[in-house]
């Protein structure tokens, strides 16, 4: 089993279109690989899995336990597949207290790196920015660059000149090109599922990739993964037994892993889409709605009367009910868009919510239960939204909550009975 991980100095400067063409490249060959992506972004793994056809999971150095980082792995590479992990920010960029950094997880998991550098803005100097990535720590191996947005034979000469000498690998030149830019909005990437020529777009990325870049190179460098790499570890306990899952482009925001985790625990799930109206499995003894959008589809949502009727009679009977972040905003009472205007929501939690008036909340956070009921004890968490509170009515709270340096965030969320939510992604038990 081994394993590399795309990375650069910093955001923006081309990993993900990087991964999604050579994911692609290799998927082409019939070579055996295994999608990844670090820390908890939730949209580039979709991305992932286009472009390779298989699941991506999230490896995540500061809010995963290594046990769970490395039996994740294991269990992605196990029938001999190259595990790709896409990196997030800069390669030494951590949580606020420093540490959860690709850095980190290249050591935990034995990952080599490939450095994609964007050298729009740069010429000799690429050595010792290069240079210092790969002497910056002893347990990180830099095993080569790809250089990134190159303007001109000129320049790629002068590039690769700096560093030959340098005595740093290039296994790959990308030139400048339109064509390779994703669109964004407010919490990164439009989701795979809105992009409508997703496949020409990887498929170019892919041609771009293996015109541009040695690929064999590449594979050659990645390294072994670590042999104690355990077969299984200990994951978040499931909310029940039956679990229907929202999915649609509203509510997309679900981690692989915690629900392959649920899996292994014996649990069954299912999906529906509150978008199309559609209700939850009928005997479903527990109902997910994860993050997604909700604040971009409020009016559809406010429309789906047989999704909201369904709902309502399943919290009644006592279906446990959990919402994340949009997902916690869909079981308020109501929604506020953009525009202003308010949208009726399911309102089986005493909650009003607002993207009109945006505020970023971002962050990891150690959440603890106040009543374990729906979660057996302190988990790890991430918080990445604009929307604020309006009003909050009589309930109780779900979580005490601290921010990634220790500092105490007060309560956050709400449970009534059998329902509950938060703005908290929850990752992985505490460690």
């Known amino acids: 089993m081994s394993g590399l991980m795309i990375a650069a100095p910093s955001s923006g400067s081309g990993k993900t279109t990087v991964t999604l063409g050579l994911l692609r490249a290799l998927t082409r060959r019939g070579f055996p690989i295994a999608p990844g992506k670090a820390g908890p972004d939730y949209i580039d793994p979709a991305f992932h899995t286009a472009a390779s056809g298989k699941p991506c999971l999230n490896y995540d150095p500061w809010a995963m336990r290594t046990e769970l980082l490395r039996a994740n792995a294991a269990a992605a590479a196990k029938d001999g597949s190259t595990l790709i992990v896409e990196a997030m920010m800069g390669l030494y960029d951590g949580a606020a207290d420093g540490t959860g950094s690709p850095a980190d997880l290249a050591a935990t998991l034995g990952l080599a790196v490939v450095l994609v550098v964007d050298c729009a803005r740069l010429s000799h100097s690429v050595a010792a ?59 990164g990437l439009v989701q795979a599922g809105e992009h409508g020529m997703l496949e020409a777009f990887i498929d170019h990325a892919a041609m771009r990739v293996a015109s541009g870049c040695d690929v064999d190179a590449i594979l050659a460098n990645a390294s072994p993964l670590r042999p104690d790499s355990p077969s299984e570890a200990k994951a978040l306990r499931p909310l029940g037994q039956r679990i229907a899952i929202a999915r649609d482009v509203a509510f997309a925001f679900s981690y692989e892993h915690l629900l392959s985790g649920w899996l292994r625990q014996g649990a069954e799930i299912s999906f529906f889409s509150p978008l199309g109206d559609e209700a939850p499995d009928v005997g479903a003894d527990a109902i997910y709605l994860p993050g997604g959008y909700p604040e971009l589809h409020a009016e559809s949502l406010a429309g789906a009367t047989h999704f909201r009727a369904v709902m309502h009679a399943a919290a009644g009977r006592g279906v446990r009910v959990f919402g994340e972040c949009g997902g916690y905003m869909a079981l308020g009472e109501g929604l506020v868009a953009a525009d202003g205007r308010r949208y009726e929501m399911l309102g089986l939690l005493p909650l009003v919510t607002s993207f009109a008036e945006r505020k970023r909340h971002l962050g990891y956070r150690r959440v603890a239960p106040f009543d374990t009921g729906f979660f057996e004890g302190a988990m790890t968490a991430h918080e990445f939204h604009y929307s604020t509170i309006v009003s909050e009515g009589k309930a109780e709270p779900l979580f005490a909550v601290e921010d990634a340096a220790g500092v105490d965030l007060g309560r956050a969320g709400l449970r009534r009975g059998n329902v509950a939510g938060s703005f908290m992604h929850l990752i992985d038990l505490s460690a």
Request: aromatic content about 4%; hydrophobic content about 40%.
């Open 129 to 187: 920015l290069v240079r210092g990535y790969m002497d910056h720590r002893h347990d990180v191996r830099v095993a080569g660059v790809i250089l990134n947005r190159v303007g001109s034979d000129r320049h790629e000469a002068m590039l690769r000149d700096a560093l030959e000498r340098a005595s740093v690998p290039t296994f790959g030149v990308l030139r400048q090109d339109g064509a390779l830019t994703l669109p964004e909005r407010h919490l």
